[in-house]
DNA sequence: ATACTTTGTACGAAGTGTGGACAATATGCT
DNA sequence: AGCATATTGTCCACACTTCGTACAAAGTAT
């Protein structure tokens, strides 16, 4: 039950209608693929006949194409259609501490061409760099179809309606408006999100169900930080400045330990990558110079190798890991309560010891649910598909093409 | 950026675009009221002539009536048009620890008969009682016009789709199904929504503005529970199992007081009334007895008392009043942080204090708050009209009739 | 061959908003 | 008083929707 916000609202034209069925068919299309004109009435409990031209009017947007001739029991076989990405394509870009990934992938988020390179702090020469990149990109690839945009992941705040970077401190980036920038110098749209929320984006549109996709769900990104999107009712929570979701910094204990955030007890200080590993060590975070913060990132020792040597019996190992994953419950109680998902997605190099601490976290999150079903929210490892950030970077461009209209 | 649910979706039929204007037009009158039918082109961007068929359709369904003749400066005076909000009235009912509340009211909210009584405990004569009341209450005060539901409030959680009662421990009530019951009793639709959401619902549905209405906001009401509604485009977070919202039991410290929930350090067992109290006389929460906590609710000392304590010069009143006011503060950073609304309306014995407490709730606020626009979220105060839980009892009847129709 | 089934298209009917014309109503100016 | 001007509210042809039905196309079963 929705409210109509008298102040700026969308009233029905007559091709209001037609806009939303087209759009509807489309998506029907990208669910059930290969799917027939017959079929896609029966989908949507509409006629044949309107059926047949909202599929027109999809060919003639070249959205869809008519595939072959498919099977049939009895009577006419139908002619299957399929979405049309293949030939649509995104340059999507993650910008980490140490490096940079450039992908140039189709709108189902199928690689095409991807490179990494050591990150360019300074944003001139960034935006000069990745322009000239790009173009060469498509040049070595022999890359014919239209780029369609391009779409960026930052860790960090990022105002995506503006497309500027509030402040990501691991790049030491504040307040830069990159997407013009960028988009003046290679002239295609760009779009900017944050990484935790792109990887949201990725599962919310690039993810194609064998499963029902959940409307409501959200994404636990674990990692050097905390990343973590919303969504509710098939949209990803912005809020009112475009920076709700940051759940990292909810607190677990005020008088806990210090966090890169400047607060003190946030749920990343105790379950990120970071976390972990001082817990192992002895580090004390609150005491830890920058420059040391900066070797740990650097350092040859990872969570990964913490994990191994849990596996391999290191009982100090295990004791951290298993804390941490028990911090990683308590605050995914405050998720559930909060927000009360259908299911949430974990993400991170800690899920990589998944079997391990699945108990501890089950448990944690029971403890503090307020309901038992709350308590028995599904805990899924996100997609071990390859660059999800690239993949949610790529969703920023090509997620317009499906998303409902607006309307009232 | 809204994605279409291709499990359950609606596709337009040929007066879907009808629909959806009559209601933005129905919504334009309520917020510009008296409008005439030419203003309320202009403010849709509609021809006279849509205006003029929508108009008469609302006329037909009752749902607007034509008043006086305005005035204009120029030409042909307009008829102006108002919501006919007077003859619909609601049965709206605040259910509490010690009193319940009947108010009937017309879907604008205004009363027109009130009664309070000892609550009833037990189920089945709490729902013949309310029958009963309600047919008396008719006859006694005339009521002429039809009574379209009966909404309810109650102080614990709700499953609002089922109208089941999940747990109202104030109440002792637990797995109740009393929608049911009292529909069967009365023969009435009825609907029941936890106290905090209801107060939500009024201040999204009721309060006719001044100001803009914001579109996205969080409701927190302090009382002997701490009750939290959140609102994302218009719409009131509700969740997978419609138990979302829950702030209240965000924990501030994993180490902190027990709550009533059976956790710990939960932002409620910070701020509640209670809470103060305990503060105040040294209690200790964690040991309180249950009889005692009994007591407390019951005892005469409230923290009305202890507030004017605080300003008559109690050291150890504003202490505990201020302590209060912090941890109030340090926990709207969190609301701030995860949903970033427009604003937040606080409500509650405390807000009675808020000349003392404003600066210590903003410094608090500001201190674990993400960005600086997020430390600087408006705090409002909840209108001081009255009954605002038996306001929201009734917008779960009058909401309805205004909301957006569901599209794609 | 004939009956039957399914797919895809065509067409009139009914329901929309769009844009312009027009009557009704009131004010200001000559 | 008469006319120009301005605003409100209605009406109508038109373009664009979906809806229901009819029908051709294309295949299987007997």
New interface residues.
Partial sequence: ???????D?R????S???D??R??AL??I???QPISRAELARQ???TRGVAGVLVQELLDQDLIYEGATGEAAFGRKPTLLHIKSHDRLVVAVDIRFSKTFVMVCDFSGRQLALEAYDTIFSIPEFVRDLAARVRRLIKTHAITAGIEGIGLAVPG?VDQRTGRI??APALGWRAVDLRNQLAAATGLPVEIENSGRACTLAL??LERGET??P??FVYVGVSDGVGVG?V????????????????A???????GPRCM?G?S?CWESYISNLATLSRYFGWDLSKLSPNKLHDAKQGSFTVLDLIARARAGDAKAMAAVQTTARFLG?GLA?VV??????CIYLDGEITTAWDLIETTVTLALG??A??E??GQTPLHIASTQEYPRLRGAAALIA??T????R??
Same sequence: chains 1, 2.
Avoid: Y
């Fill in positions: 039950m929705r409210k109509i916000n008298t102040r609202f009233v029905a034209t007559r209001t209608s037609r939303i069925n759009r509807i998506n029907v990208h669910e059930h949507m409990n509409v705040m509030l402040n919310l549109w029902t996709q409307q409501n919303i509710v009712n098939g949209e990803l929570l912005r809020g009112s400045d475009h920076i709700a979701g940051e759940f910094h909810v607190p677990l204990n005020l008088d955030c607060a007890g308590l405050t309560n909060v927000i009360n998902p259908e403890e503090r307020l309901t079903r709350g997620a317009p499906f998303a409902a209209p309307v009232a």
